[in-house]
Nanobody, 129 residues
Framework: QVQLVESGGGLIQAGGSLRLSCAAS????????MAWFRQAPGKEREFVAS????????DYGHFVKGRFTISRDNAKNTLYLQMFGLKPDDSAVYYC??????????????????????WGQGTQVTVSS
């Protein structure tokens, strides 16, 4: 049984930093596709970043612009999202997601929420102005 448990959200002032964590069980972060999505009230779920496969290929949402970094600790089987320069528009529930495999050529696109089979419960990030 796959479980993804997020932590690290909270209330922070604009310009601040947060690091989100996603502890995985039942699936190895080192060889599968892991991602962060976010969803603000009244908006669709939005791709933030992904980290996939043995070589940790990464992709980022267009709005990230160097402010966020996705990483993983294989020994802890944990995915991270380091966020810098937070803005009020970054306020949302952040979700960890996963699917087995690394996507690969012709495989599932990692930027699409429909590609993912497993989801965490989410962690709230609120950025005050």
């Amino acid at each position: 049984q796959v479980q993804l448990v997020e932590s690290g959200g909270g209330l922070i002032q604009a310009g601040g930093s947060l690091r989100l964590s996603c502890a995985a069980s039942g699936l190895a972060v080192s060889t599968n596709t892991m991602a962060w999505f976010r969803q603000a009230p009244g908006k669709e779920r939005e791709f933030v970043a992904s980290n996939r496969g043995k070589y940790a290929f990464t992709d980022y949402g267009h709005f990230v612009k160097g402010r966020f970094t996705i990483s993983r600790d294989n020994a802890k089987n944990t995915l991270y999202l380091q966020m810098f320069g937070l803005k009020p528009d970054d306020s949302a529930v952040y979700y960890c997601a996963a699917f087995r495999g690394d996507g690969g050529l012709g495989g599932r696109p990692p930027t699409i929420s429909g590609s993912y089979d497993y989801w965490g419960q989410g962690t709230q990030v609120t950025v005050s102005s």
